[in-house]
């Protein structure tokens, strides 16, 4: 008996477009991701793509009209319904290029719904490239299977959280001063949730009161050591993951 291959195939590479995908669209490649199928990928005509475009979950298409730079790719049918993201904004304070970088491939990876950067006193960086972290986020999103990219927003002023965080919304705050036993206290504190973390430099005292003095606070301990920030952010958001999350 011949073995039924494998639908969609599992070797097919995955692209993230900007293009609305559907029944029968037929979404143009060029450029980068046009290299990366024809030369790296070697995909030939009739070769199956998977796609996502952030919204419509996630598609396999038939690669058609292949040339030297550019190649289409025909929609047939949808092999992912758009994912269900828990509702977990990371905001974290900017941090040197490389570790910030980190943060939003792993970011991505654990399922975070949107990143949050969130200017504080003591960030010896003030400056993002929200392009090059967009294209961090594309490519963590296409290895992992992810049919939707983290929100990635514009830099905010902490002062500016903790006036806009929604009522609903709980704001964990990570401090390495001392905060409540994680486990016991995310399991207490469900729903929506930002996880604030610091700079390298840590947050300066009257940052920390004001956090502290929102209702919607509530002080995280990550354990006995200092964490660097990118370590923090990552450890802090696959706990949420693993108590109020999607990995339950
Ligand atoms: N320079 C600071 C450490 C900053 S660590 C100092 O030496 O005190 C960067 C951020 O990671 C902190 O602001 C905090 O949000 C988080 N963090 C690191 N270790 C932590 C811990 N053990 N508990 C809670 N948060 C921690």
């Excluded at 490239?129 to 296409?142: G, I, K, Q, S, T």
């Excluded at 696959?238 to 339950?248: E, L, S």
């Amino acid at each position: 008996m011949t073995a039924t291959p494998a639908w969609p195939p599992q070797s097919a590479p995955r692209l993230h477009v900007e293009t609305q995908l559907g029944e029968a669209v037929v979404v143009p490649v060029d450029g980068n991701p046009a290299h990366y199928l024809i030369s790296v990928m070697r995909v030939k005509e009739d070769d199956i793509v998977l796609l996502f475009d952030g919204r419509s979950g996630e598609w396999a298409a038939r690669a058609r009209d292949i040339r030297k730079r550019d190649l289409v790719l025909e929609c047939i049918s949808q092999t992912k319904a758009p994912e269900v993201v828990p509702d977990f904004w990371l905001c974290c304070a900017p941090i040197k290029k490389g570790r910030i970088d980190l943060i939003a491939e792993k970011a991505c990876e654990l399922g975070v719904a949107r990143l949050q950067p969130v200017l504080t006193r003591r960030a010896v960086v003030d400056k993002l490239n929200f392009d090059r972290l967009h294209a961090h986020l594309v490519e963590a999103a296409e290895q992992c299977g992810r049919t939707a990219l983290p929100d990635l927003v514009p830099m905010m002023k902490l002062d500016a959280l903790l006036k806009n965080l929604p009522d609903n919304r709980w704001l964990f705050f990570a401090d390495e001063t001392g905060g409540q036993p994680l486990h016991a206290t995310l399991t207490a504190h469900p729903g929506p949730a930002a996880m604030l973390i610091g700079p390298e430099g840590g947050f300066d005292p009257q940052e920390r009161e004001a956090i502290r003095a929102h209702p919607r606070a509530v002080p995280l301990s990550l354990g006995p050591r200092i964490l660097r920030a990118e370590t923090a952010a990552i450890a802090a958001t696959a706990a949420w993951m693993t108590i109020n999350g999607d990995w339950k």
